[in-house]
């Protein structure tokens, strides 16, 4: 098995494991683009870096925090009611 094929499937257990909530292949490039649920910083990194086959080839753009967009737009609509009270 290969580095790649162990990434695959490292990836996969991830996703069952609810770690990886969505992960995408960038087409035509050598890249990807994923959702995790992490606690922490140091979580996100310990995956990064020590858990996934291809760490060492890694290489970290951006990594930005995100919520759900349901939450938000709650917290928006009750900001308003708020406002209007």
């Known amino acids: 098995?290969?580095?790649?094929?162990?990434?695959?499937?490292a990836t996969l257990e991830a996703i069952e494991a609810g770690?990886?909530?969505s992960f995408?292949?960038?087409s035509g490039?050598?890249?990807?683009?994923?959702?995790m649920d992490v606690e922490?910083?140091?979580e996100l990194?310990?995956?990064l870096?020590?858990?996934?086959p291809i760490a060492r080839y890694l290489l970290v753009k951006e990594v930005v925090p995100i919520r759900e967009?349901?939450?938000f737009a709650s917290d928006i609509m009750q900001r308003w009611q708020q406002q209007i009270a």
């Open 45 to 47: 990194g310990q995956i």
């Open 1 to 9: 098995m290969d580095i790649w094929e162990k990434e695959a499937k």
């Open 69 to 71: 967009y349901e939450a």
């Open 40 to 42: 922490s910083t140091d």
């Open 24 to 26: 995408y292949k960038v």
């Open 19 to 21: 770690k990886v909530v």
């Open 49 to 52: 870096m020590a858990d996934m």
């Open 29 to 35: 490039q050598r890249r990807v683009v994923g959702v």
